[in-house]
C-alpha cells in the first residue's frame, strides 16, 4: 500500500468513527430528553443528518446504541483485570483492577460523550423498564464472565468450585449499590465514583467478616 493509499484509508476511518460518535451522542441526547422508547432511529439518524441505512451500519439497534458507553467501560474493566499480577487474591485484583480503570477511563468517555452526558444515560437506564431489564441480563452476562476469568487466574473449575461465583456475587453487589448512589449524588464526576467505588470495596471485607454485635465500625474498632 502507497503512502497516499494508507493516507487515505486513514481519513476514511476518521470519518467513520467521527460519524459514529455524532451518532451516539445524538441518540443519548435524545433518549435523555425526551425518553428512549419515544425516540426513533430515524430522528436519531436525522439529527446527525445521515440516512436510517447508515445508522445501521454502526449500530444493531436503539438498544445498542443505549448501552454502548457502558459496553466501552466493561471492556476497559475485563483488560484492566486481565492485566493485574498473578499473585493478588480475587477480590484485591477485582478492586484494583476497577479504581485502575476509573482512573484511565475518563479521557475516553470523554472522547465520545461528555460525562454530565454519561451520567443522564446512566439514570435513564435505571428508570426505564426495558433498558433496567436489559441491564440486569447484562449484569449477569458479566458477573459469569468475571467469574470465569477469576477461576481461571486461580486455577479452578468454576462449575465445581462456588468461590469464584460467590466473590464475584459480593463485588458486583458493591458495583451496583456505588452506581446507584453515584447516579442519584450531587457529584457528577468520574472522581466521586471512584472515590465512593474505593471506600466501598474497602468495607466489603470487613462487612463479611467482622462482628456486627460489637457495635464498632469496620475502621474504628
Known amino acids: 500500500m502507497t503512502v497516499e493509499q494508507r493516507t487515505s484509508a486513514g481519513l476514511r476511518e476518521r470519518k467513520k468513527q467521527r460519524t459514529r460518535d455524532a451518532l451516539l451522542r445524538a441518540a443519548l441526547e435524545l433518549f435523555t430528553s425526551q425518553g428512549y422508547e419515544r425516540t426513533t432511529v430515524d430522528e436519531i439518524a436525522g439529527t446527525v443528518d445521515v440516512s436510517q ?7 444493531a ?3 445498542e446504541v443505549a448501552f454502548a458507553v457502558q459496553h466501552m ?5 475485563m483488560a ?8 493478588e487474591a480475587p477480590l484485591e485484583a477485582m478492586r484494583n483492577a ?8 475518563g479521557e475516553a468517555i470523554m472522547e465520545v460523550v461528555p460525562v454530565e452526558l454519561y451520567l443522564r444515560t446512566f439514570r435513564l ?11 440486569l441480563r447484562r449484569s449477569t452476562e458479566m458477573e459469569e464472565n468475571i467469574a470465569r476469568l477469576i477461576a481461571d487466574r486461580e486455577g479452578l473449575d468454576v462449575d ?5 461465583r460467590v466473590a464475584v456475587a459480593a463485588f458486583s453487589g458493591v458495583m451496583r449499590v456505588t452506581g446507584q448512589l453515584w447516579g442519584r449524588g450531587p457529584d457528577a464526576s468520574l ?19 467482622a462482628d456486627w454485635r460489637d457495635g464498632r465500625h469496620p475502621r474504628t474498632g
Open 80 to 87: 484492566a483485570l486481565r492485566a493485574r499480577p498473578p499473585h
Open 61 to 63: 439497534s436503539k438498544e
Open 98 to 105: 476497577v479504581l485502575s480503570a476509573w482512573d484511565t477511563i
Open 160 to 164: 465445581a468450585d462456588p468461590r469464584p
Open 125 to 135: 437506564i435505571e428508570s426505564t423498564p426495558a433498558l433496567l431489564a436489559v441491564h
Open 73 to 77: 467501560v466493561e471492556r476497559h474493566f
Open 191 to 209: 472522581e466521586a465514583i471512584r472515590a465512593l467505588t474505593e471506600d466501598y470495596l474497602d468495607h466489603l471485607g470487613p462487612a463479611l467478616a
Open 53 to 59: 441505512r447508515t445508522f445501521f451500519r454502526y449500530f
